[in-house]
């Protein structure tokens, strides 16, 4: 079993892709943040987030994702404060990040194919936006409260 707290560090691995059942244990509502950057992972498995009810911050940065799995969006990261997702190819079909209700970090710059936004929490005080070239230069922040920094296209 993880210990509570823990960080799971897979930066620079070169994985292009994470087994099936990558985090579909139990054992994963333990970890508290969880580091997948600077790999080549073009997709993540459907449940890939089920279990993760302790997670504070994910970097999935530097990769290749063109979108995110039904299960992490679906709410499967309740506590989620952090999520980096710069530097991918995410698409247009970008879900609802309004179940992430803690979510204060939200970075999706250099998605040079993203074209809109999915609904934004209120609770959202940072949005990278940067390199986003896709995106109009004033995009649409539906849902999104105050923020505290916008960095635009």
Request: glycine share 6%.
């Amino acid at each position: 079993p993880l210990a509570d707290g823990v960080k799971v560090c897979l930066s620079n691995l070169k994985l292009s892709k994470l087994p099936h059942a990558f985090a579909a244990t139990p054992q994963w509502h333990a970890v508290h943040a969880l580091d997948l950057s600077c790999n080549a992972l073009s997709s993540l498995p459907p449940d890939f987030g089920k279990h993760f009810t302790s997670l504070h911050t994910l970097w999935l940065d530097h990769n290749k994702l063109t979108s995110l799995p039904p299960a992490l969006v679906a709410g499967g990261a309740p506590q989620l404060q952090h999520l980096a997702l710069h530097d991918n190819d995410l698409r247009d079909d970008l879900p609802s990040f309004a179940s992430f209700a803690l979510l204060l970090s939200l970075r999706l710059d250099r998605n040079a194919s993203l074209r809109s936004l999915g609904k934004l929490p209120l609770s959202l005080r940072v949005l990278h936006l940067e390199g986003c070239s896709g995106l109009p230069a004033r995009p649409e922040l539906e849902g999104a409260g105050t923020l505290a920094e916008l960095q635009l296209p």
